[in-house]
């Protein structure tokens, strides 16, 4: 598969969980840190939104033909301090949680480096 096929994928998936967020951030902000009060969800939707923002420019980057590559940073930045937050968290946020959030973290900010590397 080409990359800049995988890029659109890649930023459809980060919009398809940043709407997800937006939408029902309760279920996910329980699973990740342990409450689905109103602050979680605000946390929860603010995060959302960026992810949905990286994914759609990703997208519309590959889309125009134009340098996915800051996307891509972008999301590795992001992902890179949301894995490192949790970790940092210890044991203040559920355990499953947080060994969930990292990996999903430490997984898409690997493939994102790789992904930016392989762009043409």
Request: charged share 15%; glycine share 16%.
């Amino acid at each position: 598969m080409r990359p800049s096929t995988l890029a659109i994928a890649f930023g459809a998936g980060r919009v398809l969980v940043g709407a997800a967020l937006l939408a029902t951030p309760g279920p996910i902000t329980r699973a990740w840190v342990g409450d689905a009060g109103a602050p979680a969800q605000l946390l929860g939707r603010c995060l959302g939104a960026r992810d949905a923002v990286i994914g759609g420019g990703l997208v519309a980057a590959v889309a125009r033909d134009r340098d996915p590559r800051p996307w891509l940073v972008g999301g590795v930045l992001a992902d890179t301090v949301d894995g490192a937050a949790t970790i940092a968290s210890g044991r203040l946020i559920p355990g499953t949680g947080r060994a969930g959030t990292v990996a999903l973290a430490s997984g898409s900010a690997l493939f994102g480096v790789w992904l930016a590397s392989a762009i043409d």
